[in-house]
């Protein structure tokens, strides 16, 4: 396996990324990329000048999964967004390898921090389906993963949480705010 630039002109890379949005956000956040042609959308955007688009390949160029970088403040801060595994591929060390690879990319660039905001929409966690005011540190800090949430995988990076966005979709389904240094 390898990590490389996604290039537009490879339509190929391009349309199995895509699919593998839509298959991979399916389950949980299915507003995310409901059709190939809001994926293909997606992909486009990603492929501007200041962003990062990174893809695992196999030997024979197969799509593996796919990982995107936005630089915000000034270069400072980049979001990690998006990032997607085959679904037959999860939990087998691929998406840690994006994460890492997207590391050493924002440091490249000079980038301070990586950050994410990782939907909580259908009761994945305890911060789901509830007032989270008052008391939101106090919430936050009690977390607990209840179905498979990611945030956890994100910690095990590295990542903490250093906020959440009340209600962000709705009543009770709020945005888990997590980030990462990675240069000085």
């Not at 199995?16 to 299915?30: E, I, N, R, S, Y």
Request: hydrophobic content about 45%.
């Amino acid at each position: 396996m390898r990590i490389i630039d996604l290039q537009l002109d490879n339509q190929l890379a391009v349309q199995q990324v895509a699919a593998m949005l839509v298959a991979g956000f399916k389950d949980h956040w299915p507003d995310a990329w409901p059709e190939l042609d809001d994926a293909l959308e997606e992909v486009a955007a990603m492929a501007q000048p200041d962003r990062i688009s990174r893809i695992a390949v196999d030997d024979i160029g197969t799509v593996l999964g796919w990982i995107g970088g936005i630089s915000g403040y000034d270069g400072n801060v980049w979001e990690l967004h998006p990032l997607v595994v085959r679904c037959d591929l999860q939990g087998q060390g691929l998406g840690r390898a994006l994460v890492m690879d997207l590391e050493a990319q924002v440091q490249g660039r000079g980038g301070l921090t990586l950050q994410l905001g990782t939907d909580d929409e259908d009761g994945m966690t305890t911060l789901s389906g509830i007032d989270l005011y008052p008391n939101v540190a106090e919430k936050i800090m009690n977390i607990r993963n209840l179905r498979r949430h990611p945030f956890e995988f994100y910690q095990k990076l590295g990542f903490v949480i250093v906020g959440v966005v009340p209600d962000a979709n709705g009543f009770g389904k709020p945005d888990i705010l997590m980030a990462k240094r990675v240069g000085r």
